[in-house]
């Protein structure tokens, strides 16, 4: 008996995440509107004057500090109502030692500069906008508007964090579909590199350019996706529900990321040593297959687990397949005559680069492979992961995993 009701509730809190991992616009819109009528509903019952007069700074506050994240917003709320004092300073300065249109050539001037201030961020725009506001709506009683606007901003703001921290969003599904992008854009590179390599005749340079692929825009936007979910556990009161499954797309992240890299790589060799021109092609026939082998299977690993990339309980991928086949083309390598010191470097790079992809799929560090070369630190999961699941690119592309504190 008990149990009738509880199906239903599950399922739509479970429709309800579907649809807001499809139309993430919809949450922001619904914690938005929630904000602000909350924040116009408190204003009008403030029993002070600037807020009788000017009540509806109140929910531009809650537009303004309405964020995707508890911290984003707590963020720019703070920033909004920094930039609106400061403009009101301006406003007032320029007031006193100026008058008639010299006045607002002053203030437009100086709020400009002002506006430039890196500290302010997204909100700058609001220096200019509040000292103009408080320079010519202002003007009669000035004390009382500066107060109004600031104050009610400040209100409106502290409203947009509430509703935040008690409607949290978590994006797992669309940082779910970024990494699956970027895995589906990684695997069909390196299967048009590996049919490429499997003709007769290497494609002419017209012919691999159009294979190639825009990887670096899919990476980045993965990355964006990620930090966003990981940024949103910060101020998150249910944040530790989440954590198994950012902690796997943290880890899925940081593999894809590496892989994308490696295949930027050997797609730009590839194609420059494959390409007929004046110089021979660097690879003949009895390294070309094996190497298009080895591509089709790191293809083929990216594609078998598309639904498990970023679940928690996802098994790590077989490379049983990919090793075998960097073994093969490693002897080949080997045992290839080359006329050249080019054809030999080349095809040492080429397997030295599969072998970072090999390593690239390595995630546990403490079982080693011995046909991978295993990525560099900092491009690795991070061994504290499970007490530190945010994941943040640093200057160099690199990764920082600091702590999210727990109680």
């Given amino acids: 008996m008990s149990e009738g009701p509880v199906r239903p509730v599950r399922r739509l809190r479970a429709g309800a995440r579907e649809l807001l991992g499809r139309w993430p616009r919809l949450g922001l819109a619904v914690r938005t509107a929630l904000a602000a ?3 116009w509903w408190i204003a009008l019952r403030l029993p002070f004057t600037p807020a009788e007069t000017y009540p509806y ?4 506050g809650a537009v303004v500090g309405s964020y995707s994240t508890v911290r984003s917003s707590a963020r720019n709320s703070l920033l909004a109502v920094l930039a609106i004092v400061v403009g009101a300073v301006l406003a007032l300065a320029a007031a006193a030692v100026a008058g008639g249109v010299l006045v607002v050539l002053l203030l437009v001037f100086v709020a400009t500069l002002v506006a430039g201030w890196r500290l302010l961020g997204e909100q700058r725009s609001w220096v ?5 506001f408080v320079l010519v709506v202002g003007a009669a009683d000035p004390v009382d508007y500066v107060s109004a606007y600031a104050g009610l901003t400040l209100l409106g703001g502290l409203v947009a964090v509430v509703v935040n921290a008690a409607l949290p969003e978590v994006p797992l599904s669309r940082s ?3 990494l699956h992008r970027l ?5 069909d590179q390196l299967d048009d590199l590996a049919e490429g390599l499997r003709r007769d005749e290497p494609p002419s340079a017209q012919e691999w350019e159009q294979r190639l692929r825009s990887i670096a825009p899919v990476r980045e936007s993965a990355r964006a996706s ?3 979910t990981e940024e949103s556990l910060r101020g998150n009161l249910r944040a530790r529900r989440n954590l198994p499954s950012v902690r796997r797309q943290h880890v899925d992240a940081v593999v894809l990321d590496n892989l994308g890299r490696r295949v930027e790589e050997l797609t730009e060799l590839l194609v420059e040593v494959q390409t007929p021109g004046e110089r021979a092609v660097a690879m003949d026939a009895a390294l070309r297959w094996p190497t298009a082998q080895a591509l089709s299977s790191l293809a083929a690993l990216l594609r078998e687990r598309p639904e498990e990339i970023g679940a928690p309980d996802a098994a790590p991928p077989d490379v049983t397949g990919l090793r075998e086949d960097v073994q093969r083309l490693s002897q080949a390598q080997v045992a290839a005559e080359y006329t050249t010191d080019r054809d030999r470097q080349t095809a040492g790079a080429v397997v030295t680069l599969l072998r970072r992809c090999l390593g690239a799929l390595q995630v546990d560090p403490t079982v080693p492979d011995p046909e991978a070369v295993a990525p560099t630190p900092w491009a690795q999961p991070d061994p504290r992961l499970p007490g530190r699941p945010r994941l943040r690119p640093r200057t160099g592309g690199r990764w920082r995993v600091p702590t999210i504190r727990r109680r």
């Fill in 183 to 187: 895995a589906g854009v990684l695997a």
């Fill in 226 to 228: 990620g930090a966003e």
């Fill in 176 to 178: 779910h579909r970024e």
């Fill in 37 to 39: 009528g909350l924040a």
């Fill in 57 to 60: 700074y109140a929910p531009l």
């Fill in 128 to 132: 200019l906008t509040a000292s103009l």
